[in-house]
């Protein structure tokens, strides 16, 4: 099993914990956040130390390599001194460390390979960390989203229909009464305490109202045809003539009352 395999089973194991045990779902992706960037501690150690043994690897070939080329210098010397034994031996010890520099070469490649696969690995971890990391703003929000929801849902249905929505229209139905009361208060205060002129002039006023009505009566009674235009100028005429008596009768009562006074 590589290393990240290893990660993986063991971060998996710590989220499913977590998820079975989640009462606090911001705390519970905190914590998977959390184990995510210990993993990946780890992860880049062994990554680490991987391509720390790559450099070592690569360091023993060049090594060899470089000590088959000394032994290979020292057989050219010995062949110029003439000691052709010496010279043999040389390529003897020159055959040894070319061929161990050869075997370190292969497994130096075999192994850089593996390690920028480590490194791929790790760098697609280190990328999910980050998108956990983008998305948990966006899981908490839904959260509390969802929350929000279901407390309005068991809200709803814990007010009974005749509980608070009653009680709101009940304290309608007061403050309208209270208003009735006040409007009735006002216009009996203005019936009884006002003054005569202004009793007078509201007279006035209900007068000219009723003048209104009986022209709009007349004119609607002729549209009909059941009065003719002479017979409505005459009732209009009879009116205006009984109110201006009417006026003057109310002024000659007003004027003997002051008198008498």
């Not at 360091?59 to 020292?74: G, L, P, Y």
């Not at 070319?98 to 480590?118: F, I, N, P, V, Y």
């Not at 839904?142 to 304290?171: L, P």
Request: proline share 0%; no cysteine.
């Amino acid at each position: 099993m590589g290393i990240f395999d290893r990660f993986s089973t063991l971060l998996r194991s710590n989220i499913n914990d977590l998820i079975s045990r989640a009462e606090d779902p911001e705390k519970m992706l905190d914590q998977i956040l959390v184990d995510m960037r210990s993993q990946l501690v780890k992860a880049k150690q062994q990554v680490a130390a991987a391509i720390a043994d790559e450099k070592r690897l690569r360091d023993q070939a060049d090594a060899e390599v470089k000590t088959a080329a000394d032994w290979e210098n020292k057989a050219m010397l010995a062949i110029r001194e003439g000691r052709d034994d010496l010279a043999k031996q040389a390529l003897v010890r020159h055959g040894e460390h070319m061929s161990h520099g050869q075997q370190l070469d292969a497994t130096w490649e075999s192994h850089r390979a593996e390690t920028e696969k480590l490194k791929d690995s790790l760098r697609g971890l280190n990328d999910k960390i980050e998108e956990a990391k983008r998305k948990k703003n966006l899981l908490l929000a839904r959260q509390r989203r969802a929350q929000a929801q279901k407390r309005i849902a068991e809200t709803m249905s814990s007010m009974s229909e005749n509980s608070a929505f009653d009680a709101f229209a009940r304290m309608e139905e007061r403050i309208e009464q209270n208003e009735r009361q006040i409007k009735a208060s006002v216009e009996i205060d203005e019936e009884f305490s006002g003054d005569a002129l202004k009793s007078q002039f509201k007279a006035l006023e209900k007068g000219a109202v009723s003048v209104t009505v009986d022209s709009q009566l007349l004119a609607l009674k002729q549209k009909m045809g059941m009065l003719s235009a002479g017979a409505s100028a005459d009732k209009r005429q009879i009116g205006a003539g009984k109110r201006d008596e009417e006026i003057v009768n109310a002024d000659i009562e007003d004027t003997g009352r002051k008198r008498s006074s």
